[in-house]
T-cell receptor, first 118, second 112 residues
Framework: EAQVTQNPRYLITVTGKKLTVTCSQN?????MSWYRQDPGLGLRQIYY???????DKGDVPEGYKVSRKEKRNFPLILESPSPNQTSLYFC?????????????????FGPGTRLTVL | SQQGEEDPQALSIQEGENATMNCSYK?????LQWYRQNSGRGLVHLIL?????REKHSGRLRVTLDTSKKSSSLLITASRAADTASYFC????????????FGKGTLLTVNP
């Protein structure tokens, strides 16, 4: 089954304790992205990657890191979490339209990770 | 930066009625997409309309795009209780990063 998986689904942690949220897709997508969703603010992009070893900042990258060492995985790292990073996080993936003709960037989303930082 | 803005923010209808949601955006686009999100879950892609298209259908969904007004609408016909969800529009404005910018969504409640 084509899917994007995220782990953990729920996490409660304390300020300053480093954490990693994993994301994996099995659709051979080039493009992967992390979003956070907050009430009243909608979805905002944190980081994205257009291929292995190619990552770039989205709209709200402060306090986050990512890496893309393999095509299928795109972990999100919070080196020193703070309470303002309490949010619902989504990983998403898609084909890269520029590489394959007549494809568009419809994104497949993971189930979400609800993070609470105390 | 917010590109798409959905209207209304919330919509409550009876089963069997049609639901119409609107999306306005600010800059020119390559395509516009609609997604659905059931409470607290991942978004699911519904339909994509390209900038050179005016209308598109998929099952009970009908999407229109008016690039002169920078707006789109999503019509769900013969709604069902299972259509209860938040609906988001997302725009891709070109450029080298294929970024999708999401609106804040319309919460649709379909009452049985």
């Amino acid at each position: 089954e084509a899917q994007v998986t995220q782990n953990p689904r729920y996490l409660i942690t304390v300020t300053g304790k480093k954490l990693t949220v994993t994301c994996s897709q099995n659709m051979n997508h080039e493009y992967m992205s992390w979003y956070r969703q907050d009430p009243g603010l909608g979805l905002r992009q944190i980081y994205y990657s257009m291929n292995v070893e190619v990552t770039d900042k989205g709209d709200v990258p402060e306090g986050y890191k990512v890496s893309r060492k393999e095509k299928r995985n795109f972990p999100l790292i919070l080196e020193s979490p703070s309470p303002n990073q309490t949010s619902l996080y989504f990983c998403a993936s898609s084909f890269l339209p520029g590489l394959v003709p007549r494809t568009y960037n419809e994104q497949f989303f993971g189930p979400g990770t609800r993070l609470t930082v105390l | 930066s917010q590109q798409g803005e959905e209207d209304p923010q919330a919509l409550s209808i009876q089963e069997g009625e049609n639901a119409t949601m609107n999306c306005s955006y600010k800059t020119s686009i390559n395509n516009l997409q609609w997604y659905r999100q059931n409470s607290g879950r991942g978004l699911v892609h519904l339909i994509l309309i390209r900038s050179n298209e005016r209308e598109k259908h998929s099952g009970r969904l009908r999407v229109t795009l008016d690039t002169s007004k920078k707006s789109s609408s999503l019509l769900i016909t013969a709604s069902r209780a299972a259509d209860t969800a938040s609906y988001f529009c997302a725009t891709e404005s070109g450029g080298s990063n294929y970024k999708l910018t999401f609106g804040k969504g319309t919460l649709l409640t379909v009452n049985p």
